[in-house]
């Protein structure tokens, strides 16, 4: 007599109930600060001896084990049935595209026009899900996350950045662009599919396999190219400690998050995550902020206002 197949972990009773808007855009808000905070404390790592890999490995591993424990506790069973299992293998390969893209455009671009280009998503997210269900966004909400784009250009002085480098001639690394708008489809197809497919199983079972095929191809590409690195005092060991509870509480809230609320008409609160970062940087690193980055942020504030209220 063959085993009876695993049965799909869905989500708790707490997951059917609607939650609160205005809960549901400040824990949105925690989560763009906690990943904001996540870039602030890989600084510390990666200037303190880390490198990419190994930051993108233990945050994955933390996390990983961090969920499995806790699923552990509650009785939550960790296994999917075979086509499910499948198709969370596929987003969690777009969430690792994601950050091996980010972190290469990173390497070639500077960072602002990196995030500025990342922060896409919600745009390409809201255009995939037109294109592929007929799920037409708000023209409110369309109109907010242009608007956020406009905010974070400013924010993060890029206009200003490229008249720099032109100014000591550089060019400006198309393969850099071209890295970061790949992160940003990624991730935006990873956020959709984890809607159409993922969306009835517990959300901690979602992170659970989304990091552990991030942590199996960051292993592999890692040990294949750059190698590790880890810290060599005790400031890196606290930024590469702190990125991985950030990171990992962070991603565990988007993927338990979003798809209940949708992600559609609220994966652009995500954009601040820029706005914070630039604001811990200069509270924890002591980075100067020009009056228009000041100007642009408060733009992207005005957007998310326009996010959180209106008709829904």
Not at 82 to 89: E, F, K, L, Q, V
Not at 229 to 251: C, E
């Amino acid at each position: 007599m063959s085993a009876p197949a695993p049965t799909v972990p869905t989500a708790s009773g707490a997951g059917s109930r609607p939650i609160p808007r205005p809960v549901a855009v400040a824990v949105l808000l925690l989560i763009a600060v906690a990943l904001g905070a996540n870039h602030v404390a890989a600084r510390l790592a990666f200037d303190h001896g880390a490198n990419v890999a190994t930051a993108v490995v233990l945050r994955s591993l933390g996390t990983a084990v961090a969920i499995g424990l806790l699923l552990r506790a509650t009785g939550v069973p960790m296994r999917l049935p075979p086509p499910t299992a499948r198709r969370a293998i596929v987003v969690g390969l777009g969430v690792a595209t994601q950050s091996l893209c980010l972190y290469s455009a990173v390497a070639r671009l500077p960072v602002a026009l990196a995030l500025l280009v990342f922060n896409t998503f919600p745009l390409l997210l809201a255009l995939i899900t037109w294109r592929i269900d007929g799920q037409r966004p708000d023209a409110r909400v369309l109109i907010a996350m242009l608007i956020a784009l406009v905010g974070l250009t400013l924010a993060l002085d890029v206009p200003g950045r490229l008249a720099g480098a032109r100014a000591a001639g550089q060019p400006l690394p198309m393969a850099g662009v071209a890295f970061a708008f790949a992160a940003a489809v990624a991730f935006s197809t990873a956020l959709f599919l984890t809607t159409r497919w993922l969306g009835g199983v517990d959300g901690r079972v979602r992170t659970l396999w989304t990091m552990g095929v991030v942590l199996t191809v960051a292993v592999v590409v890692g040990g294949s190219t750059i190698g590790f690195a880890l810290p060599v005092d005790a400031t890196g060991w606290l930024g590469l400690g702190l990125l991985t509870v950030l990171y990992g509480a962070a991603i565990t809230g988007v993927f338990v998050l979003l798809p209940r609320l949708g992600a559609v008409n609220n994966a652009a609160l995500l954009n601040f995550e820029p706005i914070a970062a630039m604001a811990l940087g200069w509270l924890v690193l002591d980075q100067r902020m020009a009056p228009v980055q000041v100007a642009g942020a408060l733009i992207v504030v005005v957007a998310i206002v326009m996010l959180s209220t209106g008709r829904r």
